[in-house]
């Protein structure tokens, strides 16, 4: 039935039938042709495009041409039922006794609707509750086959799927984005030989030695559990009262601290796999082995005052930001890059490689380029997909092997056991997400959901019922490299763990003026938010053992009028390290290759702007991959100087000024003079100025800087201001734009 429309768009044309005696005799329910053919057909499918969605899957590099496929569901075109299957007649109300009348417990359709909807949660990761993933796939630079046996590295060219989650550690599920924290980079990969998860973090290294302090360290960075306070933040008593009575989480603290812990996107964030593992080759030699994902859009961060903002502005800012850039076609990519040394090799070095608050140098292993990923895919369904997988460090696949690192030992155990209470039962490698494309035969039998139906009477090896099947595959399985061991039994820890300190001022030297800046500038703010003075002085106790300057700096700014000693070192005696520099530890050091693509402009508009030079500025950023919107005072056609129209589809308030990379501000006198007295407009520019953006004013558009207090006769790459637009002045802007940011124009306090 087509029923009436506004504007296109269908009225509820079976409203009337749910009252009275019509009640008795519910119509079919209504379904419309949707207007543009593009959309007709289903809203799931990859053949249409505008209902979710990138690209057509490219055959044989997703995971979706695997498991995924069956399990879709798609609703276009059909009656609805019960989840038995029965049509149901009437979705709207309730049985009743009488049109007034009690309900009645027999109806077993609202019974199993609501049932449904109570049970529609599940619990929510402990840790790494919130986050976002894509598809993709790795592709292998050349055959590996002396270094491991690994499948995905078997030969040059070869694609293996991938599905990809990236996360933050401390806040709840629907908490915001752009917390300070670490951010999981968790890649299963669909390998042909099974599912091998590189469970990492945007940051090469952890707070913690030893997985039995783990659930100390959540406890204390959780909110705290009086009070349930503060959600996604760090800044708090109990964090800081666990850290500073823990040297060992100073060189994590470090990263996150620095703006490592406010990426501008997951897709500009390095990824590591922490813990040294083993590669292992056909012939059973073992090498120690590090993970390294590096960004080809380069390793971007916000400042702290655009994250706050963000958080209100844009709760769901990185997760859009992944969902947009795969939607335009704009994927992602990531080279993965491996350290690969020897024991005689590890046994030099100055710090321990099973300690994983530890990186290696790479001015002492060079990182070796093996692949690259490419994310290219948005998942169908946020829950089936990114809720429901499971990574577990203990999925590794032959050629991939462990190392003695504690801390892993404990993880290989911890993520199997929390997909049990998570995903309710042992059958979580079923959920089509999680299920391997390699085929799977065993004798594991029965438990909650279980899916597969196992045929045959025998389910228990040898047996002679079944030929023996499925037989042990011996040495073409997984065999784990045997590595002698013959100690005694005991707690405690080797001698190098007792290090704390040597890598975080490593981190600190090597960071650039501004970075060190926002590191001092992030531990005043989160200790300024700490209530009990004893947990303050004892965090600057600590940071005198990292750098004199960064602990008198943050004392300074805590308003500590003396500072307190040193905090006592474990170990005795000066361990000195290799380097106290390094050129790979700055974010400045990987701008990537992508230029300006997909940063987003702003650039503004009100009535009578100059539409040629809106036209110039915008069609020379989208030239080059930039993402433009025309942002107003409301939403609106906006009547140009001319007899034209520019199209405002952002305005001031809904897309405010923290959620744009940068802002071009064109000619026009009274556009000029009506956003002169727009105190949005004026936020909005003051705001792009302090967060270090690029800017650029034509013409009469400099008035509104200058009206915003904005410093126009400072000397700063970041800031183009020309007569009239052109060619020139958008080549400067854009350039100004290829370095992201100028933070040379920060100020305490600031200029604006
Ligand atoms: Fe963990 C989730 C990364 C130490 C126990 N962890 C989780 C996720 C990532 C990491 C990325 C989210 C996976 C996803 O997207 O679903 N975790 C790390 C890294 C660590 C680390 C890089 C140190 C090098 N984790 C760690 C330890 C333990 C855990 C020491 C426990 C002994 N982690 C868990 C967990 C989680 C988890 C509780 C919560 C949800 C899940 O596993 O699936 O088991």
Known sequence: ATGETVDGMPANANKPAEYGKAAANPPVGQTVEPADESVAASTLSEANESAKTGEKAAAGVNAADGTLPRVRA???????????????????????????????????????????????????????????????????????????????????????????????????????????????????????EGNWDLVGNNIPVFFIQDAMKFPDLVHSVKPEPHHGMPQAASAHDTFWDFISLMPESIHTIMWVMSDRGIPRSYRMMQGFGVHTFRFVNAEGQARFVKFHWNPKQGTHSHVWEEAVKI?????????????????????????????????????????????????????????????????????????AETEQVAFCTAHVVPGIDFSNDPLLAGRIHSYVDTQLSRLGGPNFHEIPINAPLAPLHNNQRDGMHRQAIHRGRVAYEP?????????????????????????????????????????????YESQTEFEQ????????????????????????????????????????????????????????????????????????????????????????????????????????????????????????????????????????????????????????????????????????????????KPMMAIGDARRLFEEAGIPVDRKDKGLVLPDSAGSASNDAFIKALEQHRHPERETDPPAV
């Open 74 to 192: 798609d609703g276009s075109g059909q009656a609805m039922t019960t989840n038995q299957g029965v049509p149901v007649a009437d979705n709207q109300s309730s049985l009743k006794a009488g049109l007034r009348g009690p309900a009645l417990l027999k109806d077993f359709i609202l019974r199993e609707k609501i049932t449904h909807f109570d049970h529609e949660r599940i619990p929510e990761r402990i840790v790494h509750a919130r986050g976002s993933a894509a598809h993709g796939y790795f592709e292998c630079h050349e055959a590996l086959t002396e270094l491991t046996c690994a499948s995905l590295f078997a030969e040059a060219g070869k694609r293996t799927p991938v599905f990809v989650r990236f996360s933050t550690v401390a806040g709840e599920r629907g908490s915001k984005d752009t917390a300070r924290d670490v951010r999981g980079f968790a890649v299963k990969f669909y390998t042909d």
């Open 311 to 383: 958080s209100g502005a844009d709760p769901d800012y990185h997760r859009r930001d992944l969902w947009e850039a795969i939607e335009a076609g704009e994927h992602p990519e990531w080279e993965l890059g491996v350290q690969v040394f020897d024991e005689e090799q590890a046994a030099q070095f100055s710090f321990d490689v099973l300690d994983a608050t530890k990186l290696i140098p790479e001015e002492l292993v060079p990182v070796r380029p093996i692949g690259r990923m490419v994310l290219n895919r948005n998942p169908d369904n946020f829950f």
């Open 463 to 507: 047996n002679s019922l079944a030929g023996g099947c499925p037989f042990q595959a011996g040495a073409a399985g997984y065999v784990p490299f045997p590595e002698p061991v013959s100690d005694v039994e005991l707690r405690g820890k080797p001698e190098k763990f007792a290090e704390h300190y040597n890598q975080a001022a490593l981190f």
């Open 517 to 692: 800046r926002h590191i001092v500038d992030a531990f005043s703010f989160e200790l300024s938010k700490v209530t009990v003075p004893g947990i303050r002085k004892r965090t600057v106790a600590m940071l005198r053992n990292v750098s004199e300057p960064l602990a008198a700096a943050v004392a300074a700014n805590l308003g500590m009028e003396e500072l307190p000693d040193p905090l006592p070192k474990a170990h005795e005696k000066a361990i000195k390290p290799e380097l106290t520099r390094s050129k790979h530890l700055s974010l400045t050091a990987r701008p990537g290759e992508t230029g300006i693509r997909t940063r987003k402009v702003a650039v503004m508009v009100a009535p009578g702007v100059d539409g040629a030079s809106v036209d110039s500025v915008a069609q020379a950023l989208i030239a080059k991959g930039a993402v433009v919107r025309l942002v107003g005072p409301r939403i609106a056609l906006i009547p140009t100087a001319g007899n034209g129209h520019v199209d405002a589809d952002a305005s001031f308030s809904n897309s405010p000024s923290p959620l744009f990379d940068a802002v071009a501000v064109p000619n026009g006198k009274s556009a000029i003079e009506a956003l002169c007295k727009d105190g949005k407009a004026l936020e909005f520019v003051r705001d792009q100025f302090r967060h270090g």
